[in-house]
């Protein structure tokens, strides 16, 4: 039964989640018939590997729900709080991840916990440039602590001098301050993260290897791309804007396009490799 | 080498802008009049470089000749009009601790943004595609055709051909003059945020008549979550919140041409420009004249005034959308209706989300204050209404309309904001600054 589960859960998650251009699977499955419990925390230690690499946690629930959430390696122990994750209440069948080498712990949030995760670095993703990340002390939000300071200000000024005025404007910058320390605080850990990986961004680092060496092999030949997504999609196509592209709109594509830079090769056959991407020399175009 | 280059681009846009302000009247000059040059120099740059790009001439050729149009529009006022007197006003006394305070968290993004922009590369999607992956392909004039029948036109295969080209012709330019593969080619970002903070630093010191307000004001707009990141991204919202606020702040000195040429810049930065902010724009004049005591045909030339500029600035672009039939917006889903929770939706990006974190809760409070003395002064009667149209036009046109899907999934929802942040920060200064007063001061 169980490892019809375990199969179920590769085949549902591996259909549905792509990361980077990447099919992922949850080949490990690491906690079988547990209860989920208020302020629980997973702890999970990703040993030697890079910080950076976006994996998938999933799990099914008593009623056979499968869920699932991204999220990213990082140098520190990660901590989930997974009583705040949609679906995790009543019985889990079973928990797993897409990577392997990982030691992990499931317990109750201590105030070491509370402490580490709110001081954590978030990582910047592809979606930094549209909305931060979260940060929570003893299962709060934050920028409750800096409101809940905001307005403590106001009227203790409001009481001390009768000024309203100065009360909002103190409170408010006072309780800005401190929103924005933490998240200087952050921005200056990405950059600190970066620099020591000599300012790669993991997701990319393959590409760039893989595009420095394709554009000599490609000489002024034309290329096109298939099975790539999101952020490195647009890499490739940022990178290259200097090698003649055709786009899979172009109706003849297939009598353009000498080169294919794709992740999935198939069964053709590939001239050069780096990492998860594959360049294919297309023989019908000469 | 790439950096001095794009100092020098920074330099010829400047004496463009420069030259063109003392063209049309200005007497003194000052930190706003320089940030407006460049402002004012990076648009003409632009627009004038895709026009000469579109009949055939090559960004080089095109920088060569609006090179010699700065220098010979600087030569001319130099010779021709009287010279403009240094206004420094502002920073004739010593900064105070507090403001020196204020200067050292302002400063910490600034720092920031310049080591992201020596070091990471660009890698947040939209400047892959629409922005620096389209200039790249200006540049290199290899995935790029201005005949609408090819694949290649506008970049297509790079975003969307809908995008206007301010940032795409800005950054080819620098690519052709420069290293065409490095990364620095979203500095423009940086240089548009100190625009945004001097405008900003300015208008509410003058105001409020309190520098340390002035600089409370840079620093609650810059510690916006996402600002940082949109400083040094790649991204055009950080153009449209530039030259909204340079429109405003134009319109409430009363200069109407110089208003249109903003609104105009506005518009080929990105799409909302024409769709959004223009008719906010609109209304900021609209308010300002029916408060002036002068004669109804006077109020007609200036707002007609506003108007013809920034619609002969942008008739080029326009002309050409229309003879290709390209779309004024990105296609989607059609129709203007209202959806389903967008209300609830909306109240949840502006109050409850790390993004903006307490931001809208606080300038909110503070323009229903500033709603209930709204009688005070004339500057309530104009800003206060326009903060209320323009988080009204953001709440339609993510609920009501196909923009609405940007909403659900939080993709541009915070940027959008952010846009439209700095009105509020001035309502908020100068709201706080005038609370007591029975009359305010302007």
Known sequence: MNSIRFGLLILLLSSVCSISGQSVQISNIFARDIVAEDNQVLALNFKDQIAGIPFLLGWIDGDNKQYAVTLETSKEVLLIQMDHQTGWKGNIQMVGISLQNVSFEFRKKNLSDHITSFSNMKPMTPGSINFSHEYSLAGHSFRWFCLAIGVLVMFVLLITSKNLEKGILIGFVIAWIAYDLRESKNRWDIFSDLSKANYEIAILKDADDFIGSTKEQMGDMKWTKEDLSGVINSYFTYQLADHAYVPKTDKSWQEKAHYVITAQPKKRKVTFNQGRYHLIRRARVK | ?442
Request: charged share 10%; hydrophobic share 55%.
């Open chain 2, 1 to 442: 080498m790439i950096f001095i280059i794009f100092i020098a681009h920074i330099l010829i846009d400047f004496l463009f802008g420069y030259g063109l302000l003392l063209l049309l009247n200005r007497k003194t000059i000052n930190l706003s009049f320089v940030a407006e040059s460049i402002g004012i120099g990076m648009f003409f740059d632009t627009l004038i470089l895709a026009i000469l790009n579109y009949i055939g001439i090559s960004l080089n050729v095109g920088f060569l000749i609006f090179s010699l149009l700065s220098l010979g529009l600087m030569g001319y006022t130099w010779f021709r009009i009287e010279r403009p007197t240094w206004q420094g006003e502002l920073f004739k006394k010593r900064l105070s601790i507090l403001e020196w305070f204020f200067t050292i968290l302002i400063g910490e993004k600034l720092v920031w943004n310049i080591l992201n922009l020596i070091n990471i590369p660009t890698y947040f999607d939209d400047a892959l595609n629409h922005w620096s992956g389209k200039a790249r392909a200006l540049a290199f004039n290899i995935n790029w055709s201005w005949d609408p029948s090819s694949v290649y036109f506008l970049g297509k295969p790079f975003g969307h051909v809908e995008y206007p080209l301010f940032l795409n012709v800005w950054r080819a330019t620098n690519f052709n003059l420069g290293d065409p593969m490095s990364h620095t080619d979203r500095w423009d970002g940086l240089i548009i945020w100190l625009i945004i903070s001097i405008i900003l630093f300015t208008w509410i010191t003058q105001l409020t008549q309190k520098r340390v307000l002035g600089f409370v004001g840079v620093f609650i707009l810059s510690a916006l979550p996402i600002q940082s990141w949109h400083i040094s991204a790649g991204y055009a919202e950080i153009m449209i919140q530039c030259f909204f606020l340079l429109s405003l702040w134009s319109i409430y000195n009363q200069r109407m041409v110089v208003a249109g040429i903003f609104t105009a810049a506005m518009i080929w930065s990105k799409n909302e420009g024409l769709i959004i902010f223009m008719p906010l724009v609109t209304s900021m004049l609209f308010l300002v004249l029916i408060q002036q005591e002068t004669k109804l045909k006077q109020k007609a030339i200036t707002f007609f005034k506003y108007q013809i500029t920034w619609l002969l600035c942008m008739a080029p672009w326009l002309v050409f959308k229309l003879v290709h039939g390209v779309g004024l917006t990105i296609p989607g889903e059609r129709g203007i209706y209202y959806r389903e929770r967008g209300l609830f939706q909306m109240a949840k990006a502006l109050f409850d989300t790390p993004s903006s974190s307490i931001f809208w809760i606080v300038m909110l409070l503070v323009l229903i204050i500033g709603t209930i003395k709204i009688k005070r002064s004339s500057f309530l009667r104009t800003i206060v209404p326009i903060c209320w149209i323009s988080l009204a036009m953001m709440t339609f046109v993510f609920t009501c309309t196909n923009a609405h899907i940007f909403l659900s999934n939080q993709m541009t929802i915070h940027r959008s904001l952010l846009q439209i942040a700095p009105i509020f920060v001035i309502a908020f200064c100068y709201v706080i600054k005038n609370f007591d007063n029975k009359k305010a001061q302007v």
